[in-house]
């Protein structure tokens, strides 16, 4: 067999805009080479700020539980309102869904981004 090319194929990333091999691009069949247009870096960080680093009350940190109780709504266990994030946009100033909900989510989310293999 002959060698037909070393050259690793590279792409830069539309975000960070650094050039990186290939494989630091998830594959998405839609697109014209077959790749994300961001690296996993920034898919990543981008997934981070989706659930974390735009929102709000992020800052406070919460170890004393409340005593205030709340049906989370997607897994509907009561749980202290320690268990949900401050959320000063909600009626009730907490998110809808519990913590452990969020970050199941959460993971479900950044899966997307390499399931499209
Ligand atoms: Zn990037
Ligand atoms: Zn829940």
């Given amino acids: 067999m002959t ?10 990333c539309s975000k960070c805009k650094k050039v990186k091999n290939l494989d630091e691009f998830a594959n998405r069949k839609v ?3 077959g790749k ?3 690296c996993r870096e920034c898919n ?3 997934a ?3 659930y974390y680093g735009i929102t709000e009350g992020v800052k ?5 539980p409340t005593g205030i109780y709340k ?17 000063t946009r909600n009626a009730d100033g907490r998110d809808t869904k519990c913590k452990s909900c969020l970050s199941k989510e959460y993971k479900e989310y950044v899966k997307t981004f390499d399931a499209e293999r």
């Fill in 44 to 46: 990543n960080k981008y």
């Fill in 36 to 38: 994300r247009g961001t």
């Fill in 60 to 64: 406070t940190q919460e170890t004393e």
């Fill in 48 to 50: 981070n700020n989706y």
């Fill in 71 to 87: 049906n989370c709504n997607t897994c509907g266990e009561r749980k202290d309102l320690i268990d949900f994030r401050i959320r």
């Fill in 3 to 12: 060698e037909i090319s070393i050259k690793i194929p590279q792409k830069r």
């Fill in 31 to 33: 697109s014209k080479d």
